[in-house]
């Protein structure tokens, strides 16, 4: 059998990382159509676009284009009918290493007249990595971003490429939300109020802290914590018609969970949960701990929940009112039934599609958008099959 030399491999291979980060990536316009079963009916699942190098987040623009980051550190640009930009100057760069790299990105509420969006990543310094936010304003007629701040670092024991969070959401007051993971070895700083390890903060567009904040003035505590005794959040969504915040975070060997997000309030980890650590050993001190918040919904063994959006459009009319999440190890879309803060319900969908889904997000058109986390991650619309 003929084997092809490895230094041209390697050469190829090179050549082809290089016009993927430089250049237009070209995709097949909507092809590769399937469909699939669930209680919605018949679900088509197009490819809108393919070629995208651990794509990580997706955010609409005003006229339906979309926003997306590369793991890697690029932002893209891409249409509806798949047309994907060059990489956006301007972009701060990211560590790429391990779980870091160009993560969450979203528009600012008004962006239709200020342009600005924010975006989080893994930045480097002196002896590990760190979460930071940064804002910019989209100049897309120049394929750039202008105006650049980071607006928040994040203080305490550095990551070595794990754990980052970094999911984003704006509330309808502007102040922005923004999660932070335990960098996986400094697990047990998530209790520790004198740092941001394991927490959700709450910053104004600026990155001060909002004064209601629930921590401004204690003595020792950071005034941009909103709440603490977090892991890995991966998912991060507000309720359009309650205001309320949810989160979904990685636990370690089972235990991942969903949560009803409250002011000041303490989620447990490492004291309580429900998984175990990856060599059988046990973390937790209990399953449950008073003064700690107990998950709506956990997932033993885990799925690795990512992305999270609430569905509020008419495209699907049996689904208003649900929670949906991606799934990394679980390979799927799951879609969380609610009656109030209850989740009454669980659907797998998609589950043949064998992709790892980083992201979800509700389209304008009404249809449910999808990122797949690979070195070839595609971008997916998923609405009701026509047939």
């Keep these: 059998m003929n084997k092809t030399p490895m230094v041209l491999v390697t050469a190829s291979l ?7 980060a430089s250049f237009l990536i070209v995709t097949s316009t909507r092809g590769e159509n399937t469909s699939f079963a669930s209680s919605a009916g018949q679900l088509e699942v197009q490819t809108v676009a393919s070629g995208l190098v651990n794509p990580w987040a997706l955010a609409f623009l005003p006229d339906g284009r979309m926003l997306v980051t ?8 891409v249409t509806p009918e798949g047309q994907v930009s060059p990489p956006l100057k301007g972009v701060p760069e990211a560590w790429a290493s391990g779980q870091g790299g160009l993560l969450d990105v979203i528009t600012d509420k008004s962006f239709a ?26 100049n897309d007629g120049s394929g750039r971003l202008d105006e650049v701040k980071v607006i928040f670092r994040q203080e305490g ?22 999660t932070l993971g335990d960098h996986y070895s400094a697990r047990d700083e998530a209790q520790n109020l004198g740092n941001h390890i394991g927490k959700l903060i709450r910053i104004a567009p600026d990155g001060s802290a909002p ?12 005034p941009e914590i909103w709440s603490y005794g977090h892991r890995n959040q991966q998912g991060l969504a507000i309720d359009p018609a309650t205001g309320d915040l949810w989160e979904s975070e990685h636990g370690p060997r089972g235990g991942d969970e969903i949560n009803l997000v409250g002011k000041g309030r303490n989620y447990g980890w490492p004291a309580i949960g429900y998984g175990i650590d990856y060599s059988g050993a046990r973390i937790h001190e209990a399953a449950a701990k008073d003064g700690m918040e107990q998950p709506l919904k956990y997932w033993v063994p885990s799925i690795a929940p990512s992305g999270l959006a609430f ?34 319900s669980e ?3 998609l589950p043949n599609l064998n992709e790892r889904i980083r992201d979800v997000r509700q389209g304008p058109d009404g249809a449910l958008w999808l990122l797949t986390d690979s070195s070839a991650g595609r971008i997916l619309r998923v609405s009701p099959s026509a047939k």
């Excluded at 090179?14 to 016009?19: D, G, H, N, R, W």
């Excluded at 699907?316 to 969380?336: D, E, I, Y």
């Design 70 to 77: 590369e793991r890697a550190g690029r932002m893209r640009i």
């Design 311 to 344: 569905y509020s459009a008419k495209l699907f009319p049996k689904w208003t009112g649900s929670l949906f999440t991606g799934a990394l190890s679980g390979k799927m879309l799951v879609r969380l039934q609610l009656n109030g803060h209850t989740v009454t």
């Design 14 to 20: 090179t050549v082809a990382t290089v016009l993927t």
């Design 157 to 178: 024991p550095l990551s070595s490429g794990n754990h980052y969070g970094c999911r984003i959401a704006q509330a309808g007051d502007g102040n922005l939300f923004v």
């Design 113 to 138: 007249q200020n342009k600005t969006i924010y975006f989080c990543y893994a930045e480097r310094t002196a002896g590990g990595g760190r979460t930071a936010m940064a804002r910019g304003k989209l």
């Design 347 to 349: 659907e797998r969908l």
């Design 211 to 222: 004064a209601d904040n629930p921590f401004v003035g204690r003595d020792g505590a950071k």
